[in-house]
């Protein structure tokens, strides 16, 4: 006997949630873990210089990607849309620093990984910051972008069209 239900588009993707995974915060603890552990048996030797000045701009770093990252959030909270990048969005957010960017929460990622980076003369989390980011953009940022085409349409489009997504 067939059921008259249609299936569910929301089981593992579709327009009701983007994904099943939520990949940005598990790649940015593989990252940072990755980097600890490579920084650990396969040590590089740091680049720049271990003065006042490059301590102040990696901390700067890191306190800016915490921030972005949770002026990101509140904005997302005050629109009672969720922060969790695998579920699916109940408004198109594009104030706050979506204003400037689609996705800063991950902007947000990157700068800390850098700040990190500095802050413990870690050259592998500046190494794989680069990985970290297009890995995210495979595995949440395209999937993301597909479900909120399919939920917002044209709003979507219009401002896909006039915001840019990572840099």
Do not use: C
Not at 29 to 44: C, D, K, S, T
Not at 50 to 65: K, S
Not at 70 to 89: C, D, E, I, N, S
Not at 150 to 167: M, N, P, S, V
Request: charged share 20%.
């Amino acid at each position: 006997m067939q059921s008259s239900e249609p299936e569910p588009t929301s089981a593992l993707t579709g327009p009701e949630r983007p994904g099943a995974i939520p990949w940005p915060p598990v790649l940015l603890a593989v990252a940072a873990l990755a980097a600890l552990m490579l920084g650990r048996h396969y040590p590089l030797a740091w680049p720049g210089l271990d003065d006042a000045a490059a301590r102040f701009i990696g901390v700067g770093l890191g306190v800016a990607g915490l921030a972005l990252i949770l002026w990101a959030a509140m904005t997302l909270w005050r629109h009672k849309t969720t922060v969790l990048p695998h579920r699916g969005a109940s408004d198109l957010v594009t104030d706050g620093p979506f204003r400037w960017r689609r996705n800063p929460i991950y902007i947000g990622d990157a700068l800390v990984l850098l700040g990190l980076a500095e802050m413990t003369k870690n050259v592998w989390f500046a190494i794989l910051v680069p990985v970290f980011l297009a890995l995210v953009t495979w595995l949440a940022i395209l999937p993301e972008e597909r479900h909120l085409e399919a939920r917002f349409g044209e709003r979507w489009r219009a401002y896909r069209d006039r915001t840019r997504r990572l840099i």
